[in-house]
């Protein structure tokens, strides 16, 4: 494998993995090979969610899963979508992450749930020996993320900003898992190559609020300033509502993937059972959209993150 960096990208080195919006939509690497910002953000959205689906499937913590996520948007901001499989990098990032983390799973375990979830298409990539090849791709990626292991994650900081909220304990703890699930749901954008997690925790609380209709300002007993300001002073209001928008559109942009996919399949289905029967020229039925995702657990115990 060869390192390929893209002359356009600043180095993360000295932005400490924070990019700006315009590096973001112009001038990553898969943009120079012709990959465009939707597709880009497809396959980040992808590899992001099979981090999450097989770290849970291996039963890890939530640090670990976090912590690949990041390894992952972090290695494609150093190289392309078009020189490495997302489905391998992602699996790769799940191995590293475990090792950093101090919960290792074993190469053939990952490789069993990745053989679980991904589709016989996707498979491939891992090759006739995908114990080698996650192998390989460690060591890119270690190489790839300038071995840059100390990853921190909104989740603490929510926590933390959550021992100031004062009100009815059963609302506060319905706000609290709701923002918990969209630092999850985070994970599948490029929100931590543009804000600190501090800044994550601050806008996932916001939304929350909004959303259960929780005043958060009286409920941090802040009158003279923006309730957010006395944990984190760098962001506006508009700052909030753009990654607020970021982690809403995960679920509009995985619902049409899902609704696509799904309709695409009772075609398909359609046609191999009635070879000898004309096919109705009326649409198939569009399942409704999936249900949102579970809340996390009940449990508000800090959760481990990376000294």
Not at 13 to 31: D, G, K, N, Q, Y
Not at 82 to 95: L, N, S
Not at 109 to 126: G, N, R, Y
């Amino acid at each position: 494998f060869i390192i390929m960096e893209s002359p356009k990208s600043p180095s993360p080195v000295e932005v400490t993995w924070i990019f700006s919006a315009e590096v973001l939509e112009h001038c990553t690497p898969s943009r120079d090979h012709g990959i465009s910002m939707a597709t880009e953000k497809q396959y980040r959205r992808e590899g992001a969610r099979f981090i999450i689906n097989s770290s849970n499937t291996l039963k890890l913590r939530r640090d670990t899963l976090a912590t690949g996520a990041v390894f992952f948007h972090r290695f494609f901001m150093v190289q392309s979508f078009k020189d490495f499989d997302r489905w391998v990098v992602a699996a790769t990032c799940v191995m590293l992450a475990g090792k950093v983390e101090e919960t290792p799973k074993k190469c053939k375990d990952i490789i069993k749930v990745a053989h679980q979830l991904l589709t016989s298409e996707q498979f491939k990539a891992f090759g006739n020996d995908a114990k080698e090849q996650l192998f390989s791709h460690e060591r890119v990626l270690m190489q790839t993320i300038r071995f840059d292991l100390q990853v921190y994650h909104p989740y603490d900081y929510l926590l933390k900003f959550a021992e100031s909220l004062k009100g009815e304990k059963s609302r506060i703890e319905r706000v609290l898992q709701m923002a918990w699930t969209f630092i999850n749901d985070s994970l599948c954008t490029t929100l931590c190559l543009q804000w600190e997690p501090s800044a994550i925790a601050v806008a996932t609380l916001y939304l929350a609020g909004k959303l259960s209709r929780f005043d958060l300002q009286t409920a941090m007993q802040v009158h003279k300033r923006s309730w957010w300001r006395q944990f984190v002073d760098t962001v506006d209001i508009h700052d909030l509502e753009s990654i607020c928008h970021q982690v809403l559109d995960v679920y509009s942009e995985e619902e049409k993937e899902t609704t696509a996919t799904e309709t695409a399949n009772k075609v398909e289905s359609t046609e191999d059972n009635s070879s000898s029967q004309p096919v109705s020229s009326s649409a198939p039925d569009i399942p409704p959209p999936p249900p949102p995702p579970p809340p996390p657990p009940q449990s508000t115990q800090s959760t481990h993150s990376t000294q």
